[in-house]
């Protein structure tokens, strides 16, 4: 089998070839046909997220090991399985979306089916090894979601940006038609978000963008409005459009400047801002705004098995416009990084084995 691996940190990605292992207990071998290109895989590629103020959390002291493999959003052909792997509908030669939210399986978010948010993650792609490669070992079946009847370059991406977007849309607290929503940020992620959005949220969508290119997509993908946070007049634009600013502001991107534009565009009381992109820095604001402003400022990470299973479906029955998908072999996982990193990505690139 081939993986495509990171071998020094933020230095270019390997190809090397290793045995192909053999599935053992509950581990079932998949053969990957499509592995998403996501932005944190950047932070993966680098080693650190920036924690501002010249802070960094590293990721191999937090135990993630060289040589690694990135790829979290992988969508394959189930090839063998272990003699203990057995979970319904899943059987060898057909294809499933990998869930890689992986937990410890035995604590209190794991056994709630929220292992997105277990205290010792495996999360394939950023804990253990992932996507990008021609196969990966998956500890059990019941992490295989089969997503018949839609393209692998598209199931694969709701791996990742679709339950984040999913879930991020749950935490706005926008329960009424008249309560508008803003997206900072229209990449893969914030894509998946506008076209998830009619499916959870009541009221009307916009995007916020400083790529021309990127608005004018979101406004094609049904955003009610798209803006451009560097134009001097932004914060008026926004709060005439959402007659008096928007409930809730989800940050897809993750920058103190980001954030501080998504407070600035939020209703005087009781707005929320949720925050998921991971560009990093530090955020800082006048404490009495959070009582004064009853304001929610939150996170959101990633999702669940069930969210993965909810967008899948929703996808199946037609209710979740395809974002724009651009398949590139493995072999040029480098430059995939490298135009992501620069902006050139419209909506997402999917790696081929
Ligand atoms: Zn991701
Ligand atoms: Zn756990």
């Known amino acids: 089998m081939r993986r495509c691996e990171v071998v020094a940190w933020g230095k270019p990605l390997e190809m090397r070839e290793y045995p192909t292992p053999e599935p053992r207990g509950s581990e079932v071998?998949?053969?990957?046909?499509?592995?998403?290109?996501?932005?944190?895989?950047?932070?993966?590629?680098?080693?650190?997220?920036?924690?501002?103020?010249?802070?960094?959390?590293?990721?191999?002291?937090?135990?993630?090991?060289?040589?690694?493999?990135?790829?979290?959003?992988?969508?394959?052909?189930?090839v063998a399985m272990g003699p203990e792997a057995e979970a319904p509908g899943v059987e060898t030669g057909r294809e499933y979306v990998v869930f890689p939210w992986i937990g410890c399986g035995r604590c209190g978010p794991c056994l709630r089916g929220e292992e997105n948010l277990c205290p010792r993650p495996r999360f394939l792609g950023a804990y253990e090894g992932g996507g990008y490669a021609s196969h990966i070992l998956v500890p059990h079946p019941r992490y295989l979601v089969p997503f018949d009847?839609?393209?692998?370059?598209?199931?694969?991406?709701?791996?990742?940006?679709?339950?984040?977007?999913?879930?991020?849309?749950?935490?706005?607290?926008?329960?009424?038609?008249?309560?508008?929503?803003?997206?900072?940020?229209?990449?893969?992620?914030?894509?998946?978000?506008?076209?998830?959005?009619?499916?959870?949220?009541?009221?009307?969508?916009?995007?916020?963008?400083?790529?021309?290119?990127?608005?004018?997509?979101?406004?094609?993908?049904?955003?009610?409005?798209?803006?451009?946070?560097?134009?001097?007049?932004?914060?008026?634009?926004?709060?005439?459009?959402?007659?008096?600013?928007?409930?809730?502001?989800?940050?897809?991107?993750g920058r103190p400047e980001t954030a501080r534009f998504g407070l600035s565009c939020l209703v005087a009381k009781g707005g929320t801002l949720v925050v998921v992109g991971l560009y990093g820095g530090r955020l800082e604001l006048p404490m009495p705004w959070l009582p004064l402003r009853a304001l929610t400022l939150r996170g959101s990470y990633v999702g669940t098995l069930d969210d993965l299973r909810t967008v899948l479906r929703l996808a199946q029955e037609g209710k979740v416009p395809p974002i724009p998908v651009t398949r590139r072999p493995l072999e040029e996982a480098n430059a995939a990084l490298a135009d992501l990193a620069a902006g050139r990505v419209r909506g997402r690139q999917v790696l081929v084995p």
Request: net charge negative; hydrophobic share 45%.
């Open 29 to 78: 071998l998949v053969r990957v046909t499509a592995c998403g290109v996501c932005h944190s895989d950047l932070h993966i590629h680098q080693g650190y997220f920036d924690l501002g103020d010249g802070e960094r959390l590293v990721l191999e002291e937090r135990g993630t090991r060289l040589p690694f493999t990135p790829g979290h959003e992988i969508a394959g052909e189930v």
């Open 149 to 253: 009847g839609l393209p692998r370059e598209l199931a694969c991406t709701y791996a990742c940006s679709g339950v984040t977007a999913w879930a991020a849309l749950g935490k706005t607290g926008v329960r009424r038609d008249d309560q508008a929503l803003l997206l900072i940020g229209a990449g893969g992620v914030g894509m998946n978000a506008l076209a998830l959005a009619p499916s959870r949220v009541p009221g009307p969508v916009a995007v916020a963008d400083i790529d021309p290119e990127k608005r004018e997509l979101a406004l094609g993908a049904g955003a009610a409005a798209a803006f451009d946070p560097s134009a001097p007049d932004v914060v008026e634009r926004v709060q005439e459009w959402s007659a008096g600013g928007a409930w809730a502001v989800i940050d897809f991107v």
